[in-house]
């Protein structure tokens, strides 16, 4: 006998102001059922349909946790650049929104991720010092996000991704991507190695490279 489909509980725990030099917002705390599913949620805009054109459809990021680099504004990634550059396109559109996951280390956790920075240091790239460390090359989920998603009546999206996994992920979860827009900011001479592992062994579609 087929077993139910699995019930993600998501609340909307607050909800306040938020103006940014890169536009006003106003910021959701959510919560889920599990101890890892907290998420907070920049909304910008009109994000329920129907929609008159693709270009009136929600500009969505997605955004893993990077404290080294959103917050220490580290170079080994591109992570603070991708923010940035997300939350100046979306402060530019009349919608959208920026979902904000605690995803450090892309799932693994900030002391696993120092770690791998770690091993990176000896040589090897951010795929082997995951997969040397006992983890997949990207273990995110976004089935809380989805969610989340749901929650705001975002169920049709343009998503600011370079991540071809994140896309069929959503998609698979109930989100219709009507876009994926590049989100790819100057690449520095630092992070040009961990772009082109990005490329090369994980799909990512970046230009330049």
């Known amino acids: 006998m087929p077993q139910p489909a699995k019930q993600s509980r998501v609340e909307d725990v607050a909800h306040a102001d938020l103006p940014t030099r890169y536009g006003r917002f106003t910021i959701h705390g959510f919560r889920g059922a599990g101890p890892q599913d907290e998420a907070v949620a920049l909304v910008r805009g009109r994000i329920r349909g129907p ?3 693709k270009k009136s459809v929600p500009l969505v990021r997605v955004h ?3 404290l080294t680099g959103d917050v220490l504004t ?3 990634c591109d992570c603070r650049a991708q923010l940035e550059l997300s939350m100046k396109k979306i402060g530019k559109v009349p919608s959208g929104i920026l979902l904000y996951l605690p995803q450090e280390g892309r799932g693994i956790g900030l002391m696993n991720k120092l770690r791998a920075y770690q091993l990176q240091d000896q040589g ?5 010092a995951n997969e ?3 983890f997949a090359a990207d273990a995110r989920d976004y089935d809380f996000t989805a969610h989340i998603l749901k929650k705001l009546g975002a169920t049709q999206i343009r998503l600011l991704s370079n991540n071809p996994e994140k896309v069929r992920q959503l998609e698979a979860a109930g989100i219709h991507v009507a876009e994926r827009v590049p989100c790819q ?3 520095s001479k630092i992070s040009r190695g961990y772009l082109k592992t990005k490329k090369k062994k994980m799909g990512h579609l970046l ?3």
């Open 207 to 209: 230009r330049g490279l």
């Open 124 to 128: 090897m790239d951010t795929v082997e």
């Open 51 to 53: 929609f008159k054109s």
């Open 185 to 187: 900011p100057r690449i």
């Open 74 to 76: 580290s170079q080994r």
């Open 64 to 66: 893993s946790q990077c």
């Open 132 to 134: 040397s460390l006992g």
